[in-house]
C-alpha cells in the first residue's frame, strides 16, 4: 500500500514537472521570437515561430513569389 502511494505521488511529482518545463519553453520561444530576424524565412527559428506569428496571407504569397521555382 505503501509503495503505491509512493509510486503515485513520483508519478504526480514527474508530470507536474514536465509540465513546468513546457512553459519554460514557451517563455524561451517567446524570447527568441520577439526578434524579427528569428521569424524571417531562411532562420533557424523561423519553423518555431510560426506557431507565435503565423504568417498572414499577404506574407505567404510574397514569400512564395520569391522563393518559387522560375
Do not use: H, W
Request: with cysteine; net charge positive; aromatic share 8%.
Amino acid at each position: 500500500m505503501i509503495k503505491r502511494i509512493l509510486f503515485v505521488a513520483a508519478a504526480a511529482g514527474l508530470i507536474a514537472g514536465c509540465q513546468s518545463s513546457g512553459q519554460s519553453r514557451q517563455q524561451q520561444l517567446a524570447a527568441l521570437c520577439a526578434d524579427p530576424s528569428n521569424r524571417a524565412p531562411g532562420s533557424d527559428y523561423f519553423m518555431e515561430c510560426q506557431s507565435l506569428y503565423p504568417l498572414t496571407n499577404a506574407q505567404r504569397a510574397k514569400l512564395y513569389q520569391q522563393t518559387a521555382p522560375q
